[in-house]
Each structure stands twice: as C-alpha cells, then as structure tokens.
C-alpha cells in the first residue's frame, strides 16, 4: 500500500503472534536505528490474537528511550483487542508526533498519511 501511494519504505518488520511489549520495544529500537528516516508506518489488518495494547505499550518504551525529534512522523493504524485502551494511552504521549487511526481507516488511507507526513519532514 505504502509505494502504491507514493512512498518508500526504508524497512520492513512484522510482529505477530501476540509479543510481549519487550519483544516490540527491542524491535522498534532496532527499526529506528536506520539513519535518514523520514517517518515512521505502524500498520496491521485488525488483529484477533494480538493485544494491541501490550504492543503499544513496548512500542511507547521504546519512543521514550530513543526520543526521537518532536516532529518525526508516525503513523499508527491499528486495530483489535484492546485498542481504545493502546489509543488512549498514545494520546497522552504529547512528546512525540503521533497520527492515530483505528480499524475503521484503510491502510490505504493510512500510507496516503504517512506520504503526505513524511513529505514535510525535514532530516535533522
């Protein structure tokens, strides 16, 4: 979906399986190790198993440890058990550019915003 629209992802990672937040705050950290990004895609059909949650919550950790520029992109399209619980806690996160989109946003509408986001970041 992403270079359907316009986009260039700089990697690709997939977790499944229900990973404890560790697990997702370890591979976050790694994902956004790479140099040059210019935004940030967390997207998934709407999950069964998978506490969204619990893999938010790592993804947080991870955010708060690595700190990266206020105005860094990312965009987050979730959905499944859980969700308004990982959505409420995200919007308290005010430290970090985050665009949130449940189950009822298609992915495809999800990459158009993380094309139109990454445009207007600039690399620091």
């Known amino acids: 979906a992403l270079i359907k629209v316009g986009g260039k992802p700089a990697n690709y990672t997939e977790y499944g399986g229900n990973p404890p937040k560790e697990k997702v705050e370890k591979l976050t950290r790694i994902v956004l190790s790479k140099p040059n990004l ?3 895609w967390v997207v998934g059909a709407v999950a069964n198993f998978t506490d969204v ?5 790592g993804f947080l ?7 990266p520029p206020k105005d860094f992109p990312i965009v987050i399209r979730r959905g499944g058990p859980r969700d ?6 995200l919007k308290k996160a005010t430290d970090f ?15 158009k915003q993380m094309v139109e986001q990454a445009k207007q970041y600039v690399i620091k």
């Open 97 to 111: 550019n985050l665009h949130l989109y449940g189950g009822e946003t298609t992915i495809t509408e999800s990459a």
């Open 53 to 57: 949650y619990e893999t938010l919550s």
């Open 84 to 89: 308004e619980e990982a959505f409420a806690m």
């Open 38 to 40: 210019r935004g940030l």
């Open 61 to 67: 950790e991870a955010l708060k440890k690595i700190n």
